[in-house]
Protein backbone atom coordinates (compact mmCIF):
# COMPACT_ATOMS: atom_id res chain seq x y z
CA UNK A 1 0.00 0.00 0.00
CA UNK A 2 1.27 3.49 -0.45
CA UNK A 3 0.99 5.84 1.76
CA UNK A 4 -0.87 9.59 1.18
CA UNK A 5 -0.24 11.94 4.13
CA UNK A 6 0.13 11.21 8.16
CA UNK A 7 -2.13 13.69 9.69
CA UNK A 8 -0.82 15.09 13.03
CA UNK A 9 -3.65 15.84 15.54
CA UNK A 10 -3.87 16.92 19.30
CA UNK A 11 -1.29 15.33 21.72
CA UNK A 12 0.87 13.89 18.81
CA UNK A 13 -1.61 11.18 17.86
CA UNK A 14 -0.91 10.75 14.19
CA UNK A 15 -3.32 9.01 11.21
CA UNK A 16 -1.63 7.39 8.36
CA UNK A 17 -3.55 7.01 5.13
CA UNK A 18 -2.96 4.37 2.59
CA UNK A 19 -4.17 3.53 -0.42
CA UNK A 20 -4.05 0.24 -1.89
CA UNK A 21 -3.20 -0.54 -5.57
CA UNK A 22 -6.35 -3.06 -5.63
CA UNK A 23 -7.79 -5.17 -3.31
CA UNK A 24 -5.86 -7.77 -2.89
CA UNK A 25 -3.20 -5.61 -1.75
CA UNK A 26 -5.57 -4.16 0.78
CA UNK A 27 -6.48 -7.59 1.90
CA UNK A 28 -2.62 -8.68 1.97
CA UNK A 29 -2.82 -5.56 5.06
CA UNK A 30 -5.44 -6.79 6.62
CA UNK A 31 -4.27 -9.79 6.66
CA UNK A 32 -0.93 -8.81 8.89
CA UNK A 33 -2.49 -7.88 11.87
CA UNK A 34 -3.25 -11.87 13.13
CA UNK A 35 -6.11 -12.70 15.50
CA UNK A 36 -6.00 -9.54 18.39
CA UNK A 37 -8.72 -8.28 16.28
CA UNK A 38 -12.38 -7.58 16.21
CA UNK A 39 -14.04 -6.85 12.72
CA UNK A 40 -17.25 -3.97 12.67
CA UNK A 41 -19.13 -4.98 9.31
CA UNK A 42 -22.47 -3.51 8.48
CA UNK A 43 -24.72 -6.00 6.42
CA UNK A 44 -23.80 -4.05 3.03
CA UNK A 45 -20.02 -3.87 3.65
CA UNK A 46 -19.77 -7.50 4.76
CA UNK A 47 -20.94 -9.01 1.32
CA UNK A 48 -17.51 -7.61 0.18
CA UNK A 49 -15.71 -10.63 2.03
CA UNK A 50 -15.79 -13.88 0.73
CA UNK A 51 -14.77 -15.62 3.58
CA UNK A 52 -15.70 -13.45 6.65
CA UNK A 53 -13.29 -13.47 9.59
CA UNK A 54 -14.60 -15.35 12.96
CA UNK A 55 -13.73 -12.35 15.46
CA UNK A 56 -16.97 -10.18 13.59
CA UNK A 57 -19.65 -8.22 14.16
CA UNK A 58 -22.23 -7.46 11.36
CA UNK A 59 -25.04 -4.48 11.85
CA UNK A 60 -27.62 -3.70 10.19
CA UNK A 61 -26.60 -0.37 7.60
CA UNK A 62 -28.16 3.02 7.59
CA UNK A 63 -28.58 6.14 9.36
CA UNK A 64 -31.18 4.98 12.02
CA UNK A 65 -28.74 2.14 13.46
CA UNK A 66 -26.27 4.58 14.56
CA UNK A 67 -27.17 4.75 18.43
CA UNK A 68 -26.49 3.31 21.91
CA UNK A 69 -27.61 0.30 21.00
CA UNK A 70 -25.47 -0.90 18.13
CA UNK A 71 -22.33 0.88 20.30
CA UNK A 72 -23.61 -1.26 23.18
CA UNK A 73 -23.41 -4.73 20.94
CA UNK A 74 -20.13 -3.39 19.58
CA UNK A 75 -18.75 -3.10 22.99
CA UNK A 76 -20.23 -5.91 24.25
CA UNK A 77 -19.05 -8.57 20.99
CA UNK A 78 -15.44 -7.05 22.08
CA UNK A 79 -16.06 -8.71 25.60
CA UNK A 80 -17.17 -11.73 24.18
CA UNK A 81 -13.75 -12.48 22.24
CA UNK A 82 -11.85 -11.37 25.30
CA UNK A 83 -10.74 -8.52 23.47
CA UNK A 84 -7.97 -6.18 25.93
CA UNK A 85 -6.86 -2.39 25.35
CA UNK A 86 -3.83 -3.54 22.83
CA UNK A 87 -6.44 -5.09 20.70
CA UNK A 88 -7.76 -3.18 17.36
CA UNK A 89 -10.91 -2.36 16.00
CA UNK A 90 -11.29 -2.75 12.57
CA UNK A 91 -14.04 -1.05 10.89
CA UNK A 92 -14.70 -1.89 7.58
CA UNK A 93 -18.19 0.08 6.05
CA UNK A 94 -19.39 3.12 5.33
CA UNK A 95 -19.29 6.59 7.46
CA UNK A 96 -21.84 5.13 9.82
CA UNK A 97 -20.01 2.19 10.55
CA UNK A 98 -16.61 4.18 10.91
CA UNK A 99 -18.05 6.48 13.46
CA UNK A 100 -19.63 3.79 15.96
CA UNK A 101 -17.11 1.52 15.85
CA UNK A 102 -14.13 4.39 16.41
CA UNK A 103 -16.57 5.45 19.10
CA UNK A 104 -16.28 2.42 21.18
CA UNK A 105 -12.23 1.78 20.48
CA UNK A 106 -12.15 5.52 22.05
CA UNK A 107 -14.11 3.82 25.31
CA UNK A 108 -13.27 -0.06 25.50
CA UNK A 109 -10.81 0.01 28.25
CA UNK A 110 -10.14 3.89 28.25
CA UNK A 111 -9.24 3.82 24.35
CA UNK A 112 -8.01 0.17 21.67
CA UNK A 113 -6.07 0.15 18.74
CA UNK A 114 -8.29 1.41 15.71
CA UNK A 115 -8.05 0.96 11.88
CA UNK A 116 -10.73 2.36 9.63
CA UNK A 117 -11.61 0.69 5.83
CA UNK A 118 -13.80 3.23 4.50
CA UNK A 119 -15.60 1.30 1.65
CA UNK A 120 -18.17 4.30 0.26
CA UNK A 121 -16.74 7.85 -1.05
CA UNK A 122 -18.23 9.50 2.10
CA UNK A 123 -16.49 7.85 4.18
CA UNK A 124 -13.38 7.90 2.52
CA UNK A 125 -13.36 11.84 2.33
CA UNK A 126 -15.10 12.44 5.55
CA UNK A 127 -16.00 10.12 8.46
CA UNK A 128 -12.61 8.45 8.47
CA UNK A 129 -9.98 11.48 9.16
CA UNK A 130 -10.25 13.77 11.54
CA UNK A 131 -10.81 11.74 14.76
CA UNK A 132 -14.27 12.39 15.23
CA UNK A 133 -16.45 9.74 16.99
CA UNK A 134 -20.06 9.64 17.40
CA UNK A 135 -23.76 8.00 17.55
CA UNK A 136 -26.82 10.01 17.17
CA UNK A 137 -29.60 10.60 20.38
CA UNK A 138 -32.77 11.79 20.61
CA UNK A 139 -33.16 13.19 17.11
CA UNK A 140 -29.99 15.26 17.14
CA UNK A 141 -27.75 14.21 15.03
CA UNK A 142 -23.74 13.33 16.23
CA UNK A 143 -24.71 14.12 19.77
CA UNK A 144 -22.81 12.07 21.40
CA UNK A 145 -19.37 11.20 21.22
CA UNK A 146 -15.08 12.10 20.90
CA UNK A 147 -12.45 12.44 19.60
CA UNK A 148 -10.25 9.84 18.80
CA UNK A 149 -8.35 9.36 15.53
CA UNK A 150 -7.72 5.95 13.69
CA UNK A 151 -4.06 4.84 13.52
CA UNK A 152 -4.46 4.10 10.01
CA UNK A 153 -6.95 4.75 7.57
CA UNK A 154 -6.97 1.96 4.75
CA UNK A 155 -8.69 3.01 1.27
CA UNK A 156 -8.86 0.91 -2.07
CA UNK A 157 -11.37 2.78 -4.36
CA UNK A 158 -12.03 -0.75 -5.93
CA UNK A 159 -14.99 -1.10 -3.32
CA UNK A 160 -16.78 1.65 -4.82
CA UNK A 161 -17.39 -0.40 -8.07
CA UNK A 162 -20.02 -1.77 -6.59
CA UNK A 163 -21.47 1.33 -4.42
CA UNK A 164 -25.02 2.15 -5.68
CA UNK A 165 -25.43 5.55 -7.17
CA UNK A 166 -27.43 7.48 -4.78
CA UNK A 167 -24.20 6.09 -2.12
CA UNK A 168 -21.66 7.24 -4.54
CA UNK A 169 -23.76 11.01 -4.93
CA UNK A 170 -23.61 11.35 -1.25
CA UNK A 171 -20.69 10.59 -1.08
CA UNK A 172 -19.65 13.74 -3.97
CA UNK A 173 -21.43 15.98 -2.08
CA UNK A 174 -18.40 15.83 0.83
CA UNK A 175 -16.20 16.35 -2.12
CA UNK A 176 -18.07 19.55 -2.90
CA UNK A 177 -18.04 20.98 0.27
CA UNK A 178 -14.21 20.86 0.22
CA UNK A 179 -14.05 22.46 -3.42
CA UNK A 180 -15.56 25.50 -1.20
CA UNK A 181 -13.02 25.26 1.46
CA UNK A 182 -9.95 24.73 -0.30
CA UNK A 183 -7.14 27.33 -0.23
CA UNK A 184 -6.87 27.26 -3.71
CA UNK A 185 -9.75 25.73 -6.89
CA UNK A 186 -7.57 23.23 -7.51
CA UNK A 187 -10.40 20.34 -6.29
CA UNK A 188 -13.02 23.05 -7.75
CA UNK A 189 -11.83 23.00 -11.19
CA UNK A 190 -11.21 19.27 -11.07
CA UNK A 191 -14.99 18.61 -10.62
CA UNK A 192 -15.63 20.52 -13.47
CA UNK A 193 -13.21 19.17 -15.71
CA UNK A 194 -13.63 15.97 -15.12
CA UNK A 195 -17.23 15.11 -14.46
CA UNK A 196 -17.64 12.85 -16.49
CA UNK A 197 -14.84 10.53 -15.54
CA UNK A 198 -15.88 10.90 -11.86
CA UNK A 199 -19.20 9.89 -12.81
CA UNK A 200 -17.95 6.31 -14.37
CA UNK A 201 -15.56 5.77 -11.27
CA UNK A 202 -12.41 5.82 -13.31
CA UNK A 203 -9.91 4.42 -11.09
CA UNK A 204 -7.31 6.83 -10.97
CA UNK A 205 -9.20 9.92 -11.56
CA UNK A 206 -11.28 8.56 -8.39
CA UNK A 207 -7.79 8.46 -6.33
CA UNK A 208 -7.19 11.60 -7.45
CA UNK A 209 -10.18 12.79 -6.60
CA UNK A 210 -10.34 11.54 -2.93
CA UNK A 211 -6.55 12.46 -2.50
CA UNK A 212 -7.49 16.21 -3.09
CA UNK A 213 -10.48 16.18 -1.10
CA UNK A 214 -8.73 14.64 1.97
CA UNK A 215 -5.31 16.99 1.78
CA UNK A 216 -8.25 19.70 1.85
CA UNK A 217 -9.59 17.99 5.75
CA UNK A 218 -6.33 17.58 6.73
CA UNK A 219 -5.04 21.31 6.23
CA UNK A 220 -8.40 22.37 8.60
CA UNK A 221 -8.08 19.32 11.04
CA UNK A 222 -4.49 19.74 11.91
CA UNK A 223 -4.74 23.56 12.92
CA UNK A 224 -7.63 22.80 15.21
CA UNK A 225 -7.82 18.89 16.07
CA UNK A 226 -10.31 19.75 18.59
CA UNK A 227 -12.57 21.85 16.91
CA UNK A 228 -11.87 24.81 19.93
CA UNK A 229 -10.19 27.59 17.77
CA UNK A 230 -13.35 27.48 15.43
CA UNK A 231 -11.17 26.86 11.92
CA UNK A 232 -12.40 23.02 12.43
CA UNK A 233 -16.11 24.36 12.18
CA UNK A 234 -15.74 25.49 8.83
CA UNK A 235 -15.30 21.78 7.62
CA UNK A 236 -19.86 22.13 8.67
CA UNK A 237 -20.06 24.04 5.61
CA UNK A 238 -23.79 23.41 4.68
CA UNK A 239 -23.82 21.26 7.26
CA UNK A 240 -26.17 23.28 10.13
CA UNK A 241 -29.21 23.21 7.02
CA UNK A 242 -28.29 19.93 6.33
CA UNK A 243 -28.69 18.53 9.52
CA UNK A 244 -31.81 19.75 10.38
CA UNK A 245 -33.23 18.54 6.72
CA UNK A 246 -31.40 15.14 8.13
CA UNK A 247 -33.47 15.06 11.04
CA UNK A 248 -37.04 16.68 9.96
CA UNK A 249 -37.00 13.61 7.64
CA UNK A 250 -36.12 11.53 9.97
CA UNK A 251 -32.44 10.56 7.81
CA UNK A 252 -34.65 8.99 4.87
CA UNK A 253 -32.35 11.84 3.23
CA UNK A 254 -28.63 11.02 2.18
CA UNK A 255 -25.74 12.81 4.36
CA UNK A 256 -24.31 13.72 1.29
CA UNK A 257 -27.09 15.39 -0.65
CA UNK A 258 -28.41 16.98 2.52
CA UNK A 259 -24.96 18.49 2.65
CA UNK A 260 -25.37 19.61 -1.05
CA UNK A 261 -28.64 21.08 -0.26
CA UNK A 262 -27.49 22.59 3.13
CA UNK A 263 -24.70 24.29 0.91
CA UNK A 264 -27.07 25.33 -1.71
CA UNK A 265 -28.74 26.95 1.33
CA UNK A 266 -25.60 28.78 2.87
CA UNK A 267 -24.59 29.98 -0.22
CA UNK A 268 -27.73 32.24 -1.05
CA UNK A 269 -28.25 33.37 2.83
CA UNK A 270 -24.89 34.47 2.42
CA UNK A 271 -25.77 36.31 -0.32
CA UNK A 272 -28.75 37.81 1.11
CA UNK A 273 -27.03 38.44 4.62
CA UNK A 274 -23.64 40.46 1.87
CA UNK A 275 -21.39 37.81 3.10
CA UNK A 276 -21.54 35.73 0.25
CA UNK A 277 -20.42 37.58 -3.45
CA UNK A 278 -23.30 36.93 -5.51
CA UNK A 279 -21.13 35.86 -8.73
CA UNK A 280 -19.62 33.34 -6.22
CA UNK A 281 -23.00 31.97 -5.45
CA UNK A 282 -24.31 31.66 -8.84
CA UNK A 283 -20.92 29.76 -9.46
CA UNK A 284 -21.42 27.25 -6.81
CA UNK A 285 -25.34 26.37 -7.70
CA UNK A 286 -23.91 25.73 -10.95
CA UNK A 287 -21.65 23.12 -9.58
CA UNK A 288 -24.00 21.65 -7.54
CA UNK A 289 -26.66 21.49 -10.29
CA UNK A 290 -24.09 20.07 -12.65
CA UNK A 291 -23.62 17.41 -10.23
CA UNK A 292 -27.53 16.88 -9.99
CA UNK A 293 -28.39 17.73 -6.49
CA UNK A 294 -31.94 19.08 -6.11
CA UNK A 295 -30.45 22.48 -4.42
CA UNK A 296 -34.10 24.41 -5.47
CA UNK A 297 -35.87 22.03 -2.84
CA UNK A 298 -37.98 23.70 -0.30
CA UNK A 299 -39.59 22.74 3.06
CA UNK A 300 -43.46 22.92 3.50
CA UNK A 301 -44.48 26.27 5.12
CA UNK A 302 -46.32 23.67 7.91
CA UNK A 303 -42.08 22.21 8.65
CA UNK A 304 -40.71 25.25 9.30
CA UNK A 305 -41.55 24.40 13.60
CA UNK A 306 -39.75 20.94 13.06
CA UNK A 307 -36.67 22.04 10.97
CA UNK A 308 -36.41 25.49 13.69
CA UNK A 309 -36.28 22.91 16.39
CA UNK A 310 -33.91 20.61 14.53
CA UNK A 311 -31.64 23.59 14.06
CA UNK A 312 -31.60 24.64 17.64
CA UNK A 313 -30.41 21.24 18.66
CA UNK A 314 -27.40 21.90 16.30
CA UNK A 315 -23.78 21.21 18.15
CA UNK A 316 -22.54 24.21 16.73
CA UNK A 317 -23.96 26.83 19.11
CA UNK A 318 -21.98 29.24 20.62
CA UNK A 319 -23.51 31.39 23.54
CA UNK A 320 -27.13 29.81 22.75
CA UNK A 321 -26.97 31.22 19.26
CA UNK A 322 -26.53 29.08 16.44
CA UNK A 323 -23.98 29.58 13.92
CA UNK A 324 -23.50 29.36 10.50
CA UNK A 325 -20.79 28.82 7.99
CA UNK A 326 -20.52 31.38 5.25
CA UNK A 327 -18.50 31.78 2.33
CA UNK A 328 -16.98 35.29 1.31
CA UNK A 329 -14.59 33.48 -1.34
CA UNK A 330 -13.67 29.97 -1.89
CA UNK A 331 -11.19 29.30 0.76
CA UNK A 332 -12.53 31.94 3.20
CA UNK A 333 -15.19 31.27 5.18
CA UNK A 334 -16.51 33.25 8.12
CA UNK A 335 -18.60 31.88 10.83
CA UNK A 336 -21.60 33.76 11.30
CA UNK A 337 -25.30 33.68 13.12
CA UNK A 338 -27.94 34.74 10.25
CA UNK A 339 -31.25 36.70 10.70
CA UNK A 340 -34.36 34.11 10.73
CA UNK A 341 -35.89 35.73 8.09
CA UNK A 342 -32.79 34.97 6.31
CA UNK A 343 -32.79 31.26 7.11
CA UNK A 344 -36.74 31.35 6.23
CA UNK A 345 -36.08 32.64 3.10
CA UNK A 346 -33.70 29.98 1.71
CA UNK A 347 -35.42 27.25 3.49
CA UNK A 348 -39.37 27.54 3.06
CA UNK A 349 -41.54 27.70 0.02
CA UNK A 350 -42.51 30.56 -1.42
CA UNK A 351 -40.59 32.90 1.36
CA UNK A 352 -38.84 35.98 0.03
CA UNK A 353 -36.73 38.47 0.92
CA UNK A 354 -34.15 41.04 -0.97
CA UNK A 355 -30.28 40.86 -1.41
CA UNK A 356 -28.78 43.08 0.96
Known sequence: MDKKMTVVLSGGMKTDVLFAKDIKDLSKQLSG???NVMWVFDANSARLFRDLPERRLILEPGEREKNLRSLELIVSRALSFGMARDSRFIAFGGGVVCDMTALAASLYMRGARLTLVPTTLLSMVDASLGGK???DYEGGKN???TFYPADEVLISVDTLRTLPAKEFKCGLGEVVKHAFLSD???LFEYLIDNKDAILRRDRNTLAELIGLSLDVKRKYIEKDPSET???RSFLNFGHTFAHALESTANFSISHGEAVAWGIGRALEAGKLCGVTPAPLADKGM????????DVDYRIGRGDWIAYAEALGKDKK???GSVKFVLLRDIGDPVLSAIDGKYVQAVTIQSVR????
Open 143 to 145: LIG
Open 353 to 356: YKVL
Open 133 to 135: TAI
Open 184 to 186: DVA
Open 33 to 35: YGN
Open 317 to 319: KYS
Open 286 to 293: ELLRLYGY
Open 229 to 231: KGI
